[in-house]
C-alpha cells in the first residue's frame, strides 16, 4: 500500500478562495483524521470519520471549514471562504481501529494571502 | 510538516549517546499511548506504543517506559544517530473520548556528530 495520499501538496491560494484538500486513507482503514498543524497550536484534531461516518468535529474551528468522506477510500476537507489565519500544514492520517496507531499522509501546506 | 511550536522544547545531544524525551499527559483514562517522529517536510510517523496495561516497551534502539501514577511518558533512543534529529510528539487516546488522538507539543532531538 502507498500510505495516506494528499493532494496537492502545496496550495496557495487568495482570501475568500474556497480551498479543498483530498486524502485517500489506506485501504481497510476504517477511520478517518484531519489534523492541522501550526507553529502556535501544535497539531489540533479537526475532524475525525469512522466507517465513512463524521464522528466529532468539535475541531472544526468555524463554519467555513467542512468535512466529507463520500466511500471508503476518499475524503475532502473544505475550506470557504478561505483566510490568512487558515495558513497551515493540513494532515490526512487513518488507522485500523481505534486502539492502533494512526498513519498520516504528507500534507498539505496551505497558505492564504 | 512545518516546525511546531515557537517555544520548542529542544533535547541536544552528541552522536552515539542516549536520548530520553519526556511527555506529560493530562487524562489518566487515556488507555493507549504513541510516539511519533516528525522530520523537516513530513508527516508524523509512528515510532513506537504502548497501552496501558504495561509500563515498558522494547523497539529497535527505542524504548518506550509508561508510569501512570505520575502521567508521565518517555523515550529513549540508544546511540542516537543524525538520522534520530526530528521533532517528537507523545499522542495518548483517552478511552472516555472515543478515538480522538491527543498530541502533545512535541520536543526537538538535535544530534550533533
Known amino acids: 500500500d502507498a500510505g495516506v495520499i494528499q493532494s496537492p501538496r502545496h496550495e496557495v491560494t487568495e482570501m475568500g478562495q474556497e480551498v479543498t484538500l483530498r486524502c485517500k486513507p489506506i485501504?481497510?482503514?476504517?477511520?478517518l483524521f484531519w489534523y492541522r498543524q501550526t507553529m502556535m497550536r501544535g497539531l489540533e484534531l479537526l475532524i475525525y470519520?469512522?466507517?465513512?461516518?463524521?464522528?466529532?468535529d468539535s475541531g472544526m474551528p468555524e463554519d467555513r471549514f467542512s468535512a466529507k468522506m463520500p466511500n471508503a477510500s476518499f475524503s475532502t476537507l473544505k475550506i470557504q471562504p478561505s483566510e490568512p489565519r487558515d495558513s497551515a500544514v493540513y494532515f490526512c492520517?487513518?488507522?485500523?481501529?481505534?486502539?492502533?496507531?494512526?498513519?498520516f499522509g504528507q500534507g498539505t501546506r496551505l497558505t492564504v494571502v | 510538516g512545518e516546525s511546531v511550536g515557537l517555544h520548542l522544547p529542544t533535547l541536544s545531544v552528541q552522536e552515539g549517546d542516549n536520548s530520553i524525551i519526556n511527555c506529560a499527559y493530562s487524562?489518566?483514562?487515556?488507555?493507549?499511548f504513541i510516539w511519533y517522529k516528525q522530520e523537516s517536510g513530513k508527516g508524523p510517523q509512528f515510532i513506537i506504543d504502548?497501552?496501558?496495561?504495561?509500563d515498558k516497551r522494547q523497539g529497535q534502539r527505542v524504548t518506550v517506559l509508561l508510569n501512570k501514577t505520575v502521567k508521565h511518558l518517555s523515550l529513549q533512543i540508544a546511540a542516537t544517530q543524525p538520522g534520530d534529529s526530528a521533532v517528537y510528539f507523545c499522542?495518548?487516546?483517552?478511552?472516555?473520548?472515543?478515538?480522538?488522538?491527543?498530541f502533545g507539543g512535541g520536543t526537538r532531538l538535535m544530534v550533533k556528530p
Open positions: 492520517a487513518s488507522s485500523l481501529d481505534r486502539v492502533t496507531e494512526a498513519f
Open positions: 485501504s481497510g482503514h476504517d477511520y
Open positions: 470519520f469512522n466507517n465513512n461516518v463524521p464522528i466529532d
Open positions: 487524562n489518566s483514562a487515556s488507555d493507549y
Open positions: 504502548i497501552r496501558s496495561n504495561m
Open positions: 499522542a495518548e487516546n483517552p478511552m472516555d473520548a472515543g478515538n480522538m488522538l491527543t
